[in-house]
């Protein structure tokens, strides 16, 4: 895993984006540093609210008035894609090098167009194949992400297709243009939970059999331990704590990770109690000073007040909190009378 | 976000209390003053209705006083213009001005009627449709999509034709061929009303129809029957000008706008004003209440404002980026 | 498909016969035919005459079966200004009328929709501002009015065009742009507002992100969907401007269609070319609805036979 790879595929370099809204400028991202490298899976976990599909936007473009970015950096093999040249390349590797898989599969096709309508449309605008081409392709990748009788389904409209069905549809158009990295926002959140495991094992199978970069962004813990080999967490705007999957999960550091996994029911683990990190995550509008976390932190202390640097850990991860790696959620104890209760 | 004092002293609440009855007066002006256009839309209302309302006062002459010396002067700023005619005056001497003014009242007087009528009985009929549903909805319904069918101006012009043109004539005439979309649109908000929890609930412990349909659901109502009906106000508006206009509306001696291009629109090879004023009232008119509705759509509904206030600063930061 | 336009004509079917209550009720319980058509000066014997030549004279109900089997058999009465059957008249002008309004509506289709795409590009921009005020004056002027400024302007003015009649194309541009106007303000303001909604959907979106030019998500994603509402209302500006609306336009450019030549009926009395024109614009109406119903099946395959 630690494959050091001399550049990362893509890197956000300390992004900010601000959204301008009639109560005022609301802060989506305030720093947000992460890289990819190439093969690389990584997760972006956090609550709604927190920024991680704002990033996404950001790394895809998507990010229209009245949002714009405010400072920081996108690269993509080391190259800028904010400045003017790095802008008009981002627009050829949109939707070629980089494709995106988004949450609600219901509202992401268009409803007049058939399924091959939409196949075809970006196979001969980045492969530049014919008709008739595209359309063979087309196939093979519906055949590919799982869909039967894909000859006939070519010709179908999205209402024709069921939640689950119309997700793979959209797979098939990420990958169409065998990208080097897919971001998946959120891509099984509305499909049932059985459709969901399939959706995630098809992105894993196809990960494997192309090399791919991914990005998964998820509130779901649950289903980044399969798939991901890092893990960032995310919080009102910044990244409060990131590194391989298996560190960040047996060795939380910061107060919200430990939260956040501990609120995470674990089939494996039926004797813990899951816990609720009370209150709500601050307004981004107006953004606390110091640690963001602080007003829902067990641990909170008068440092707090100050926002905490990101320090690496011993485990080779980032953190930013001025009290690491201190078990914030004490154990709910077995208390007597809840077991007697019983 | 508005903070209500729980420890306010007992001899400041008085004023409060005047000052919180005249607040939604002072919001809705400073609301309303954001909008340049809805805001100068609501002015020429005002004036307007004030204007009809008192037109006996400020005419500076009697509408139909005729005056064979005084036929088709031009207005008070070019040559050949007779004292005392501000806007001159049209082909039988009758000052343009005090038509105006007077002609006001014809357009407000059919309009209210008309709005007042059909939307009184068309949301009624929504109401029991959209609530009673079944059979009585179905045949309500039908006689609503029945009726939007049919070739409206045709029909009224025949049914004018037979009972003879005035002014009660188009006020019924009008009415009963525009009370449709009150309905569909009353029976539309009923039908989705009714499924919602808080009219279940109510029905579940029991509340009396008669007490649901006024306290929850005419609440709900008001907001989209009042932009619908101002906008129908333009229609019926619109509608009465080329009624007189046709001459099977408001009938001399009363006077109307759309009568008075009418009777300027044979000499208009000559004179421009005779046709040129009154259709200008109209025009105004119609545009103040239309930008004045705009306004109001915007601003009772909260995501509306929101994206107006976004597309405002995406068009602010462009400009400034360009 | 079939059935789907039976249920239409059905449907039509039923509007015609409310039509025809309609005009039942208003010629023969709330007008009088009599009083209407003959002149003041008429003695009690001509109208007992003239009753008797129309079956005026019979029970109401005798008098509505006979009406309805007058009009199945497309029997309208005689025209009494143009001493020929009603219908006859009605069918030569007809042309004439559609002259007009399918210049009218390609007009408005023609400029209305590009323009109102355009502005939505940039909402709140500089030219968009320019459509939203220009749909609303459009809006705002009467039709006759607007019809009057034209001919003062191009034709009495500049002299570029005859002021009214028909014949040559010079003869129909006033007239087509003054029943395009307000039509053409409507389907601006809903294309503007239809195409920003879509430019907001998840759909465009993804297809940004896939990397389409801007030009392609806004005509091939975008459009095609906010062109739904947009020919919804298009088609209710065809039928509108059919039902009369050509009237107050025919009048002030003394067109000869149907409009026209309602006016001249009601000028001369002529109750049953009235009834006439009325019964075939309600029949027309329901034709281009049944149209407009399999077109839409065409274009959106989500509208299935219900």
Redesign the interface.
């Not at chain 1, 509202?107 to 167009?113: I, R």
């Given at each position: 895993m630690a494959n050091a790879h001399p550049t990362p595929i893509l890197e956000v370099r300390d992004l900010c984006v601000e959204f301008?809204?009639?109560a005022g400028l609301v802060q989506g991202l305030r720093g947000v540093s992460f890289s990819v490298m190439p093969g690389e899976t990584m997760a972006l976990v956090g609550e709604s609210g927190s920024g991680k599909s704002v990033t996404a936007q950001a790394i895809?473009?998507?990010i229209?008035?009245?949002g714009?970015i405010s400072s920081g950096d996108i690269l993509w093999k080391g190259q800028s894609l904010l400045t003017r040249e790095g802008q008009k390349a981002a627009?050829?590797?949109?939707?070629?090098s980089v494709?995106?898989v988004?949450q609600?599969p219901m509202?992401?096709?268009?409803?007049?167009?058939t399924i091959g309508a939409h196949l075809i449309?970006?196979l001969r605008?980045?492969m530049g194949l014919s008709k008739d081409k595209a359309f063979a392709r087309g196939v093979e990748l519906l055949d590919a992400v799982g869909i039967t009788e894909p000859k006939r389904r070519m010709g179908q409209?999205p209402?024709e297709f069921s939640g689950g069905m119309r997700q793979r549809v959209?797979i098939a158009?990420a990958i169409a243009c065998e990208p080097e990295l897919l971001i998946a926002d959120e891509p099984t959140t509305a499909l049932d939970v059985t459709i969901q495991a399939q959706v995630l094992d098809l992105l894993a199978d196809l990960q494997k059999s192309m090399g791919l970069s991914i990005v998964l962004i998820t509130h779901d813990l649950g289903i980044v331990a399969g798939l991901c080999e890092k893990v960032a967490v995310m919080y009102a705007g910044s990244i409060v704590e990131a590194g391989t999957a298996k560190t960040v999960f047996d060795h939380a550091e910061h107060p919200y990770t430990q939260g956040l996994i501990r609120s995470t029911p674990r089939l494996d683990d039926r004797r813990a109690r899951l816990i609720s990190i009370d209150g709500a995550p601050p307004s981004l509008l107006h953004p606390p000073k110091g640690c963001a976390f602080q007003s829902r932190c067990p641990v909170s202390s008068r440092q707090c007040d100050e926002k905490p640097a990101r320090q690496a850990t011993p485990e080779g991860g980032s953190v930013s909190c001025w009290t690491p790696s201190v078990a914030a959620w004490s154990e709910p104890s077995e208390s007597p009378t809840g077991g007697q209760a019983r | 976000m508005t903070v209500t004092s729980t420890s306010s002293l007992p001899d400041t609440s008085l004023k409060q209390g005047l000052l919180m009855s005249l607040a939604p007066v002072g919001r809705f002006l400073s609301e309303l003053w954001r909008d340049k256009a809805g805001f100068a839309g609501f002015a020429f209302l005002v004036l307007l209705v004030l204007v009809a309302l008192f037109a006996p006062l400020i005419a500076p002459h009697d509408p139909a006083a005729q005056s064979v010396m005084a036929r088709l002067k031009p207005p008070i700023w070019m040559d050949g213009s007779a004292p005392g005619h501000l806007l001159g005056t049209d082909m039988l001497g009758r000052d343009i001005l005090s038509r105006l003014l007077y002609g006001a009242r014809s357009s407000l007087l059919v309009s209210v009627s008309v709005v007042a009528l059909a939307g009184s009985f068309g949301v009624m009929a929504g109401l029991i449709a959209g609530y009673k549903g079944g059979l009585t909805d179905a045949v309500i319904m039908r006689i609503v999509d029945v009726q939007v069918a049919f070739p409206g101006l045709l029909l009224t012009l025949l049914l004018v034709a037979v009972i003879g043109p005035s002014t009660t004539t188009i006020i019924v005439v009008l009415a009963f061929s525009n009370w449709m979309i009150y309905t569909r649109v009353v029976r539309g908000i009923v039908m989705s009303l009714r499924q919602t929890p808080f009219i279940e609930a109510a029905e579940v412990i029991g509340c009396k129809s008669s007490r649901i349909i006024v306290k929850h659901i005419l609440p709900n109502l008001i907001a989209p029957l009042l932009t619908l009906g101002i906008l129908e106000f333009t229609n019926i508006i619109l509608a009465e000008a080329a009624l007189s206009f046709l001459g099977l509306g408001v009938q001399p001696p009363a006077t109307s706008w759309g009568l008075d291009v009418a009777g300027g629109k044979n000499y208009m090879m000559i004179a421009w004003w005779p046709i040129t004023f009154p259709g200008l009232a109209i025009a105004l008119t119609v545009l103040s209440i239309n930008l004045f509705a705009n306004w109001l759509r915007v601003t009772t509904e909260p995501a509306e404002r929101e994206k107006r206030y976004a597309r405002g600063r995406a068009a602010k930061m462009r400009r400034t980026k360009a | 498909m079939g059935t789907f336009i039976l249920r239409r004509a059905f449907q039509g079917l039923l509007v015609v016969l409310g039509v025809t209550i309609v005009v039942f009720i208003a010629t023969r319980l709330i007008g009088d035919p009599a009083k209407v058509m003959l002149p003041l000066s008429a003695t009690d014997a001509q109208r007992a005459a003239f009753e008797a030549q129309f079956g005026l004279d019979k029970p109401l109900d005798q008098q509505f079966f006979a009406f309805i089997g007058d009009l199945m058999s497309f029997d309208f009465g005689e025209s009494i200004w143009q001493r020929k059957p009603a219908l006859d008249v009605v069918l030569g002008k007809l042309p004439k009328t559609l002259e007009l309004i399918g210049a009218g509506m390609f007009l408005a289709v023609a400029i209305g929709i590009p323009l109102g795409a355009i502005a939505a590009v940039r909402p709140d921009g500089l030219f968009d501002r320019l459509i939203v005020g220009l749909s609303l004056t459009g809006l705002s002027i009467p039709q006759f009015w607007l019809g009057l400024l034209l001919i003062m302007i191009f034709a009495v003015g500049l002299g570029w065009v005859p002021t009214s009649g028909t014949g040559t194309l010079a003869h129909l541009i006033l007239p087509a742009v003054t029943l395009a106007v307000p039509a053409m303000a409507r389907i601006m303001m809903l294309v503007r507002s239809s195409v920003i909604n879509e430019l907001n959907q998840q759909y465009v979106r993804t297809a940004k992100a896939r990397g389409l030019p801007f030009v392609r998500v806004l005509f091939q994603h975008a459009m095609r969907n906010a062109l739904v509402p947009v020919l919804t209302l298009a088609g209710w500006e065809v039928i509108s401007a059919w039902a009369g609306y050509t009237v107050v336009v025919e009048t002030v450019f003394a067109w000869p269609g149907l409009g026209f030549t309602a006016m001249k009926a009601i000028g001369q009395s002529d109750l049953f070319l009235l009834q006439a024109i009325v019964f075939v614009v309600a029949v027309g109406i329901v034709i281009v609805n049944i149209l407009l119903d399999v077109l839409f099946k065409l274009i959106d395959p989500r509208i299935k036979d219900a």
């Open positions: 301008d809204t009639m895809m473009g998507l229209g008035l009245p714009r627009g050829k590797l949109r939707g070629k494709s995106m988004f609600d509202t992401s096709l268009n409803p007049l167009m449309e970006v605008r980045h409209y209402h959209m158009l | - | -």
